[in-house]
């Protein structure tokens, strides 16, 4: 990419919450419900509607368990969600360089 095209940004990602869970996700081997919840300071709805959105992209994937007879939900990113989380912000770092330089 050679211009500054914000318009081209993966807006599935770019949501604060999607984003905040692929933060957590890309530096673990996984992450259960509870885990997201607190570092993500969301609602229980909330974090369900958007770990359903990452999900049917397919940028998570999701176990359920049971541990001592209660459910649980581990999440973490799948090989297309970690290119997909990678591209995401090697297309930020292009649009600031190109933001920044005078001949755009």
């Known amino acids: 990419m050679t211009k500054f095209d914000y318009q081209k940004i993966n807006e599935l990602i770019h949501s604060r919450i999607r984003l905040a869970i692929m933060s957590v996700l890309v530096n673990l081997e996984e992450a259960d419900f509870t885990y997201l919840k607190q570092k993500v300071n969301t609602t229980d709805g909330n974090l369900s509607i958007h770990l359903s959105k990452l999900e049917n992209a397919g ?15 581990l999440y973490k990113l799948t090989k297309t969600g970690r290119e997909s989380f990678e591209a995401y912000i090697e297309h930020l770092e292009e649009i600031i360089k190109t933001g920044n330089r005078q001949d755009v």
């Open 59 to 73: 940028y998570i994937s999701v176990n359920k368990i049971f541990e001592d007879k209660k459910p649980r939900s």
